[in-house]
């Protein structure tokens, strides 16, 4: 094969190398159709054990678009659960983030993966610095919206795709009915993998920003293109630069999760079923 990865060939056609993983991923883990589909980013893994039970796992590399993740700290599987409702829910822990330099093919690949086992609701979680001083390291928050500053988008050609409301208003205030003191703010994707400076989180900020992070917004716009519903919700890890006065590093950001893979974990199981 003269590329080295399905999706780098430019003549491929990325929503059949989907399909054909979403048939893999029925074949393996015996489960036809899955209605919901959740990535788990950073702090976020947890969850995965307690949202329900775990049918069936799979190295992410054993399906077609799917490759492992360069960061320690994101699991490299797909799991099949079984949620207590009798809804059956896809767990990507394997995010492959635009910073890695693949194209974005690859980084919404899971996502149209996602679309094709049948998935209906995404649910993409990331850790994330904040920019509101009243959030600490820990807290969770929805997704409001978001400001895409990769310049980039997984569309091809004059694809044009509305992007109103795409973090649904209805599945925000459905985790308000589980946790009612649950933040929302606007989330800005940088490129990374280096950390912002603190005039970007000011520049951030001035544009209508408060959570700043490096990964979901790429993924959401292709979840609205493949018609599915999203909620977004990032783990506040650390403050953004220059608002928190220490200097951030990848230990803290992984601590940070850590810390709060627990409570966070366990309010996502809750909010899952009842979306
Ligand atoms: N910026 C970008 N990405 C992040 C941060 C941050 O402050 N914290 C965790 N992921």
Redesign the pocket.
Known sequence: MPYAHPLDDPAADPFAIAAQAAQQIAELTGVAQHDIALTLGSGWSKAADLIGETTATIPADEVIGFSSPAVVGHVGTLRSVLLPNGKRALVIGARTHYYENHGVRRVVHSVRTAAATGAKIMILTN???GIKETWTPGTPVLISDHINLTADSPLEGATFVDLTDLYSARLRDVARTIDASLDEGVYCQ?R?PH??TPAEVQMAKAIGGHI???STALEAIAARQAGMEILGMSLI??L??GIQKTP?SHEE?IEAGRNAEATIGALLARIVVEL
Request: net charge negative; proline share 0%; aromatic share 12%.
């Open positions: 850790g994330a610095g940088f990374g950390y912002e700043v992070g490096m890890t650390n953004a630069a951030l950001v």
